[in-house]
């Protein structure tokens, strides 16, 4: 009897078992072509074999910097089948922050497609456009059943990385059984998984895509990947969605809500969608109500919460009429922690809050990660042993999140213990981006804000030994911070204030971020000026700064579809149906922009000379405020 047919209990048994069943259906459903389940098996099982012949083997890792492609899914499986642990890389990650990942993982290989190299073990360079079936010819033909398959329930199948607090990227080592658990979850959530076609919008190294992967591929149902990177157009994605006829859709409410600005989030434009699930991020009330008006009688609404520490998701609840008049404050509630997790609320002397009052979520059980890989601080800083037992060992992961509990057991989220937020469902630790903006030798102190309102934005106001320049400041961090991360504004302070305790006043330097204004050139002075002067003041209300010329693009400056849907009601204010959301997307330069707007460009040689002397007068004001600064505080 091979190996394949005594595997039982682990999560390539469960993707064989799929694969054995389904074995001419879809199992990959990319724009460009689709991939049998009897093909992908196949390509996992050769993936598994290039892996052996690379020397790499069960408990070792592998870094993942690939997109979305047939053969990325090929190696995940081919990890899963041999107990390799494998970890997906963002390919958009700035260099210093793909070596801070691979420093920690000291990974056995590195397959990627761009420019990044393994000091601690092999690159494998691959290219993204190369078919499949070139990729897979070269891997060896067959594995043999010599190579025993790992099912032990605790073994690592995947390291996900998030943002950290210490001023680096921290991997959560999240064991199989995690993975197990949720598929079980959704199994009953969602039936007859081979009859369901699951969208995987959220990118691999985004925690959500546990669910896709998990959920969809490997329980049966067929994936549709969306490399929203590649596609800059959130129209395309919901034509690649209807397309598809995808029937499961798991992504952050920031991304549904775009859908919705740009009129995709109807029933004619989504047909097939009878599974919505939002997660990563509160989604405000009034725009779930619109949600559930429209899709309530023919879709599963499911707000889920889960940290990446808790095998991505831990509680749901499900977004009906009842959910959505029972409301305390402007959010649904988390909904009910699954039954095979612990989990209690403490307060900070870990002792069990009263019931309805607020104290810190800690959460429990096999599903929990194992730690943070080559981090043992951090580990024992977040995964703790249960302050109310001390008579055996039992390990809870510390949310961080402030949580209520009602009567019904439905947890209210009620905010943050420490520095940690979220934008567009991201995670971002702001110690971190202080930790970025602190590598620049010149700087000595920083801290990060986050600023609410329209598009919510971080703002790092900072100390140096004199004058920087924070388009120089801005490109730095552009080296060592993914795009979410990036200040939208940099303030230079001659001293961060602080409160009676000594501490950096965290309410006075976002009271200053509200009020800063940051000057810099707009380049190009032969575009329209009136008209260039709307599109670059619809600019700076999106994306928080003026740090741009009339040649830089929307997305390189750190802006993203959402916020472009604000430059487009910023522009249709002024000049209703003269541009669409089509259109921005293809003219991503305020020069481009103009250009369309206004085809014969007015030739205007003064403004740059007059708004590079308006810059410098006011650099020259700055400055002396700063000298001032300084000299009563040395005094």
């Known amino acids: 009897m091979g190996v394949e047919s005594k595997l039982v209990n682990s999560l390539w048994s ?60 090929a190696l995940m499986l081919g990890c899963l089948r041999l107990g390799v642990i494998y970890s997906p890389l963002d390919p958009n990650n700035p260099q210093a922050r793909t070596d801070a990942m691979l420093a920690r993982l000291k990974p056995k290989a590195l397959f990627t497609t761009g420019a990044a190299t393994n000091p601690h073990g092999l690159t494998i360079g691959m290219t993204a456009t190369e078919p499949f079936a070139t990729q897979i010819g070269r891997w060896p033909a067959a594995l043999t059943d010599r190579i025993p398959v790992v099912t032990s329930a605790t073994h690592p199948a995947y390291i996900m990385f998030t943002s950290g607090s210490t001023g680096e990227p921290k991997g959560a080592v999240m064991p199989q059984q995690g993975a197990s658990s949720l598929m079980r979850w ?12 699951f969208t995987a919008i959220n990118p691999l190294h985004f925690d959500n895509s546990v669910f896709d992967f998990y959920c969809g591929l490997v329980s049966g149902a067929t994936l549709v990947p969306i490399e929203t990177s590649a596609m800059p157009n959130p129209s395309d994605w919901a034509a690649r969605i ?82 959505l008049s029972n409301i305390v404050g402007t959010l649904v509630s988390l909904g009910r922690m699954h039954a095979e997790f612990d989990y209690a609320v403490l307060d900070e002397s870990g002792e069990q809050v009263a019931p309805g009052e607020s104290g810190e979520l ?43 509990e009602d009567e019904h057991g439905a947890l209210w ?18 110690e971190e981006v202080d930790a970025a903006t602190e590598s620049l030798p010149t700087i000595s102190r920083s801290l990060t804000v986050l600023v609410k309102g329209a598009a919510p934005q971080l703002v790092t106001a900072f100390e140096a030994d004199g004058p920087v320049d924070v388009e120089a400041l801005a ?17 230079q302070l001659a001293v961060l204030p602080t409160n009676a305790n000594g501490k950096v006043d965290r309410l006075a330097i976002q009271r200053i971020a509200d009020a800063a204004v940051v000057t810099v050139s ?22 928080g700064h003026d740090r741009f010329s009339d040649t830089e693009t929307f997305f390189d400056l750190g802006g993203t579809s959402l916020a472009l849907t604000r430059v487009h ?45 308006r810059r410098a007068d006011r650099q020259q004001a700055m400055l002396a405020q700063m000298r001032t600064r300084g000299a009563r505080t040395k005094s």
């Open 14 to 73: 469960s993707f064989a078992a799929a694969a054995d069943r389904r074995k001419a259906e879809p199992a990959l459903d990319f724009s460009d072509g689709i991939v049998s389940f009897e093909h992908l098996h196949a390509a996992a099982l050769r993936a598994a074999a290039h892996l052996v012949d690379l020397g790499v083997g069960a408990g070792d890792v592998v870094a993942l910097q690939l997109p979305k492609r047939p053969v990325t899914y």
């Open 186 to 197: 959704a199994g009953g959530l969602i039936v007859n998984a081979d009859a369901q076609r």
């Open 242 to 323: 209807a397309e598809s006829r995808a029937t499961v859709l798991f992504s952050v409410p920031t991304l549904l809500m775009l859908l919705d600005k740009i009129g995709a989030l109807r029933p004619e434009r989504l047909p097939d969608i009878t599974t919505f699930l939002f997660g990563g991020e509160g989604y405000p009330i009034d725009q779930l109500r619109t949600l559930h008006a429209r899709f309530g009688d023919r879709a599963q609404l499911i707000n889920v919460y889960g940290p990446t520490e808790t095998s991505c998701i831990c509680a749901s609840s499900k977004v009906d009429m009842p959910a």
């Open 362 to 404: 800690w959460i429990g059980g096999a599903n929990v990660g194992l730690g943070y890989y080559g981090n043992a601080e951090e580990t024992e800083r977040r995964f703790r042993q249960d302050p109310r037992q001390s008579g055996y060992r039992s390990i809870f992961y510390r949310s961080g999140d402030l949580v209520r």
């Open 413 to 430: 989220f009620q905010g943050r213990k420490d520095n940690q937020i979220k934008i567009g469902g991201h995670r971002v630790e702001l």
């Open 475 to 491: 490109k730095h961090l552009q080296t060592r911070l993914p795009v979410y991360m990036r200040p939208a504004r940099l303030l």
């Open 522 to 543: 707009h380049g190009d002075a032969t575009i329209a000026p009136q008209t260039a002067a709307q599109v670059r003041a619809a600019w700076k209300a999106a994306l």
């Open 569 to 613: 009601a910023e522009l249709s204010a002024h000049r209703p149906d003269a541009i669409s959301m089509t259109d921005l997307f293809a003219h991503p330069t305020i020069a481009r922009i103009v250009a369309f707007l206004d085809p014969t460009p007015v030739r205007a040689p003064d403004l740059a000379t007059a708004d590079a002397s």
